[in-house]
């Protein structure tokens, strides 16, 4: 026993190196799974509002080129307004309509702080579960779609961006629907990777790739970026398939999270998928 | 040193938390340049502590580096291991007639050419294990060493500069 003691007073720089090495791995690799620990919540509050007060020096001189931005959304989305579009048929009845229910709602949020040039990249942005966020809600910006949030705390939320190896989600191709998944892992922060799209399926440069809607996280149809490399490679029976991301993730200022209204019904429908 | 007590590293440890969380994390210096001046703090403590008490404070160092960049445990665990190796480097490059009694291993202490030494071994052994883990795998290692060489770079002139230009009152 004497001589166990001895050996541990005489390593003990080893060992509290591989204990504190063990809990750092430990810390990084369940990091990925835990969602709204009490640890995230309360830092997400301190650093959210130092990055806020940091955010708020800087915005002036960003606010600028993004009113010109905005703008211009405002406009493109009051294109689509009912009343912009004139009626062809003065004759039709006007009937009042029940056949759509609102599925999906958006907030509005800034982003506050972003990283893009990492491999693990990430997004604060200055709403939390006081205005609805919840961990696993879809977000896009001006462009099309950014990420989804990871953690909510009560006024900040942290994002996994579509640039995180840990970012995946079905997409497809907007001419034909063939879809696969998207995937980045690591580099430029304008172009992902799509896995696990068949060979069969026709695609060409400049092809308009979309959300297939497929996890509840995004209504289906948002754009997500263009293809800019398509190779199909000997052995393999999906496309070596690069896309060009519509998010520019280097100047995103503004996001808006999707609030899926029907997510519960559809949560509770695919888990009863049965599992062998 | 020895007129401030540990008030000084206290500080120093707030600052460098503060200071690489908020402005130089934002500071854009292309893909491939990521200096992480934060290690400063590490490699500025006296010469006295004890490895384990080094590698604890290294550790609740990282938790909050990493707190600002949302890699939980991927900066602690490069802290905790730069902590480990920081008395063997020391015994590596430890001048002939060893060193004084209330010594920091900083310039002005140690004079510029003994740190340029020893700010590069510490910084690329930080650097190494950082990049490897935050990519975790060591495909395209040529990227990534790029990577660890450039940010490297950046750290050395950045701690260089810092200390030219912060540390001085420490002597007096």
């Known amino acids: ?276 | 040193m020895t007129r401030f007590g540990p008030f000084l590293h206290i500080i120093q440890f707030v600052l460098f938390v503060l200071v690489q969380g908020l402005l130089i994390n934002e500071i854009d210096l292309g893909p491939n340049t990521h200096p992480l001046l934060h290690i400063l703090f590490i490699l500025a403590l006296p010469l006295e502590l004890p490895v384990w008490l080094l590698m604890c404070i290294a550790f609740a160092y990282g938790v909050c580096i990493d707190t600002f960049t949302s890699t939980i445990g991927m900066h602690t665990s490069a802290m905790v291991l730069l902590a480990g190796a920081r008395p063997i480097v020391l015994r590596l490059i430890s001048p002939r007639d060893g060193y004084e009694p209330g010594q920091l291993p900083t310039i002005s202490f140690m004079g510029i050419r003994w740190f340029l030494l020893y700010g590069a071994i510490m910084t690329l052994i930080h650097h190494i294990w950082y990049f490897f883990i935050e990519k975790m795998s060591f495909a395209d290692a040529g990227d990534t060493l790029m990577r660890i060489l450039l940010s490297s770079l950046a750290t050395l002139i950045l701690m260089i500069i810092t200390q030219y230009l912060f540390f001085r009152l420490a002597r007096r």
């Open chain 1, 1 to 276: 026993m004497r001589n166990i003691i001895h050996l541990l007073y005489k390593y003990n720089a080893v060992l509290v190196f591989i204990v504190l090495q063990v809990v750092c791995f430990a810390l990084i690799f369940t990091y990925s799974s835990f969602h709204r620990s009490s640890y995230f919540n309360s830092s997400l509050t301190v650093v959210g509002w130092m990055k806020d007060v940091t955010y708020n020096i800087n915005e002036p001189f960003i606010a600028m080129k993004e009113n010109d931005q905005l703008r211009e959304e405002n406009a493109k989305l009051n294109d689509k307004m009912p009343e912009n579009y004139y009626r062809l048929e003065k004759n039709a009845v006007v009937i009042n309509d029940t056949m759509y229910q609102q599925q999906f709602t958006y907030l509005p949020s800034q982003v506050i702080d972003n990283s893009f040039d990492r491999t693990q990249n990430y997004l604060l942005i200055d709403i939390g579960y006081d205005k609805g966020v919840k961990a696993d809600m879809g977000v896009i910006g001006p462009n099309g779609i950014v990420g989804f949030v990871k953690d909510a705390g009560p006024k900040y939320s942290l994002v996994i961006p579509i640039i995180n190896p840990n970012f995946h989600t079905a997409v497809k191709l907007k001419k034909n629907n063939y879809f696969g998944m998207i995937d980045w892992s690591g580099g430029d922060p304008g172009v992902a990777v799509i896995k696990g799209l068949t060979k069969t399926a026709p695609v060409e440069i400049g092809d308009t790739v979309v959300t297939k809607g497929a996890n509840g996280r995004f209504p289906a149809g948002l754009l997500v970026g263009t293809v800019k490399k398509a190779e199909e490679v000997a052995g393999r029976n999906d496309y070596d398939l690069e896309i060009e991301l519509s998010t520019n993730f280097l100047n995103l200022h503004h996001a808006y999270v999707i609030v899926n209204k029907f997510k519960d019904e559809y949560m509770s429908i695919r888990d009863s998928i049965p599992q062998e």
